[in-house]
Structures are given as structure tokens and as C-alpha cells.
């Protein structure tokens, strides 16, 4: 990955921060040996789990979302009482901003040197006071190539007549309005009201092709032949092209997604301690390995990259190439603005 780039996105964001705790809070003496995760599906192996609870003693409950929205809302409503969540860049900044996130003690988190440079101090939570990368990745396509012969090089190419029936996509809001906005040339955080009523335009022909909404497990209706084409995250891809030659993983030439997953500790969480432990845990170059190993996404942990095999480093969708960059964008908390998608999209879907 090239600095430059990292550090071009990282500044685009704003950001707002929030007040930090004194490092003494989360003395670890006085836990229960307890640790609530909620995270994404198909994103923490459950060996990792069972690993730390062999290591700490620390029992584990995971529970998973699909979205981020769908995480915020119960984070939001008080239910969960989570000690840690997996928000992406857009949403650990919205968190910092409302001020629901425990700020990290770094002496806890020693392991925090692994992670390249590149991911670190990024505009949506300088100098990472509250978050640490779990994962990057993109959004990106994969292609049938036993099925489409045709060229698909971008979300125009796919979102085609002769295709309906045909494609998966991510059930998310905010993603799939940014293909819209990528097609008519503007960027993922051009959100508003003009602009949605543009992307309404687009969507209101792209949606009825769609087969499949899958957030969870988009490369399922792939590997099941009940799809030719999709838009999934890179993990996905990563995991149907290491799978099958006949699939191709392509980096939309509009330009598209580039998201950093992160942990992040609630404001009020019963174990910030264990927490701590969990966060510094993974970052063991071992522990992120096996993390790859499952799920492979970007690897930020610069230790554990040393330790993929020259496949999974070549995977494209893992490892997107240095011109691929060029075309990623990270999203940017649009406060509000958010609901109105969410509005837009549930109508369309309903049509
Ligand atoms: N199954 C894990 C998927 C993780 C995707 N996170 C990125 C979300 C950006 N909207």
C-alpha cells in the first residue's frame, strides 16, 4: 500500500474528539472473567475466540450484525451492553463525535506496533484513540467468467438488462448508493438531497435486476450457481477466486469503497479490561494469521503479513495493487443524511 495514499484518505476526514479516560479505569483486578463482543458475521473465528479463552480464562458471547446501521441502533437503543464493537471508519467517527466510545489505553495494547503505519492516526480517529484496524478491505465485483463472457469492468457494466436475475449485492444502504453516486461520477460522500434524488434515478432501474440482498455471506448464491455476478466485500471475493479459477474479482473503474474495520470499546462497558486483552490479542501476528486464514481481508498487522503464504499476498482482492488504490475512497460520517438513505432504499426495494 503506498503512504501516500493512505495518508491522502486519512485526511479527508474530519473529526471531533472525545475526552479521554485516565489508563487506571480499566483496572483489569476487579473483572469477571466475561467479554461481549458484537461484531460483523463471518468476521472473527471462532478458534480466536477459543484460543483467547484457553490463554485468559475469559469467557466470550459474540454477537453479530450485518450492518453497521444495524449495529449503531442497538448500540444506541442500550441494548447489548457490549464490551467491544467493530464499527467501520464512517462510524467510529460519528461515535467519537457523540462521545460513546471509552478512549484506549495504549499501555494495554502493546501488539499495537504491528499495524503498518499506513492504517494508523487516519482522520476518523487520530493518533487511534479510541480504535484499532481489525481489518481493512474494499467493495468490489466478481464475475462468473464461466457464465458472463462479456467484459465487466465497473458497476455500469453490471447493472445491465441482460443480466437481471442474476446478481447478488450487499444489503447496505450506504453502499449501494455510492455505485450509484461512482456511475454519475461523484464520490461516495457527496450525500444530499440533490444528489440522492440523482441516485434515485439510477437505482430505480439498478435494483429490480437484483436476485440476491446478502450481507452475511454474498458468495454463497456464487458458489450455489443461483447467481452470475455480485457485489460483495473483498473478503468474500478473496475467498471465491482463491476457490475457482472461473471467478474474477474486479475493482470497480468508477471507483469504490476502501473501509477500516476497527475494535472499539463502548462508553460503559462492564469489561474494559478484558477488552483490552482481547484487542491486544489479535494483534499477535499468530492470532491475525488465523484471522486471515478464514477471513481474508486487507491484514494491516504488518508481522502477520509476513507469515500469509505468497497466495494469499497475490489473492487480488485481498491486496488490491497500488493503481487499484487510486480508485478507493473511505466513507465520511454524513450524520442525517443517513436516514434519508435508508428512506430511499426500503422504498425502492419495496417497488
Ligand atoms: N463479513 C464481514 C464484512 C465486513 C464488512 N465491513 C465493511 C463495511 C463497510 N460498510
Redesign the pocket.
Known sequence: MKRTVWTRLGGMLGMVAGLALAGSAFAQKTEEKALRIFC????VPQGVIKAFTKETGIKVSVENYA??EEMLAKLVSGGGAYDLIQP?EYVIEALIKDRRLEALDKDQIPNLKHIGSDFLDLGFDKGNRYSVPWMA?TVGIVVNTAKVKDPVTGFSDLFQEKYKGRIVVLD?G??IVSWALASLGMGPNEINKKTLAKAREVLVKWLPLVKVYD??SPKTALINGDVDLGVV?S??GAILVAQNKKFRWVVPKEGT?L?I?SLAIPKGAKHPGNAHQFINFILRPDISKMISDE?PYTNPNLEAQKLLSKEQLANPASFPSAEEMKRLEV?RDIGGMASSIDELITDLKAQ
Not at 40 to 43: G, I, R
Open positions: 460483523w458475521s463471518e468476521y450492518s453497521n467501520s478491505g447496505d450506504r453502499e450481507s452475511d466485500w473478503g468474500e469503497h473501509f474495520d477471513f466513507f
